[in-house]
């Protein structure tokens, strides 16, 4: 395995180098408990894959999909795709997919309790127009927010999570769920294109308390 990670501590950041990483993971089996406690830190891991439209089918987020959601039962994905890894999925393609937030509400009254939660949406304003139109939706200016859209899909994710449910997000930063929502970060995993194409970048965190609402 070829990458640097960074243990991310209280006191400050360690970059490992190779030989030291090697050591490091082999006596924590690769990965940070999924169980995450105060004092352990989270791991970033650099991977190389081809880009692909189906993030889940990256290799290296799909081994990272495998370890995380093992043996969990209720996951909640809105902008699954081709993905069936959920067991309540949705994507504004399908047949009879909806918007995203409207699929979350749905599941919400229905008092779904997740387990883990996914989210993929699309990275940037002209993704989102691109998939609005793609499913013969109109689209206007304040759909095209992809700050917006994020923030709308993280609060309903959160409402249906359990404590010490897993978050996963993918997208173009590191931003995830965040501490304010009672978050702990577990991993980051940066997944470098090459040429000029933006890594994803996946976050892995554990919902330990209510935060803001």
């Known amino acids: 395995m070829n ?7 209280a006191g400050g950041g360690v970059l490992a180098s ?17 169980m995450a406690k105060n004092k352990q830190s989270a791991i970033i ?62 599941l919400i009254k229905q008092c779904v309790l997740a387990d883990a939660v996914l ?18 939706i109109e689209v206007s200016a304040t759909d095209t927010q992809n700050a917006r859209l994020y923030a709308e899909c993280i609060r309903r994710l959160d409402r249906l999570l359990k404590p010490g449910g897993i978050a996963i997000r993918c997208g173009w930063n590191s931003v995830g769920f965040g501490k304010a929502r009672g978050y ?12 000029a194409h933006n890594d ?3 976050t892995v965190e554990q919902k330990l308390s209510k935060g803001i609402a």
Not at 18 to 34: A, I, K, V
Not at 46 to 72: C, N, Q, V
Not at 89 to 95: F, G, L, Q, T
Not at 119 to 135: F, M, N, T, V
């Open 18 to 34: 190779h030989s030291e990483t090697e050591c490091l993971t082999r006596s924590q089996n690769q990965r940070p408990s999924r």
């Open 184 to 195: 702990q970060a577990i991993e980051t995993l940066l997944v470098c294109h090459g040429g």
């Open 45 to 106: 891991r650099r991977e190389w894959a081809m880009p692909s439209r189906h993030t889940f089918d990256i290799k290296p987020i799909s081994e990272l999909l495998d370890y995380h959601l093992d043996g969990l039962g209720v996951v909640v994905d809105p902008f699954c795709g081709k993905s069936t890894r959920a067991t309540h999925r949705n994507d504004i393609s399908h047949a009879e997919g909806q918007l995203a937030t409207k699929f979350l509400d749905q």
């Open 119 to 136: 989210l993929d949406p699309p990275y940037s304003p002209r993704q989102i127009s691109e998939c609005y139109k793609g499913a013969g």
């Open 200 to 202: 994803t970048i996946v």
């Open 3 to 9: 990458e640097l990670a960074l243990f991310a501590g």
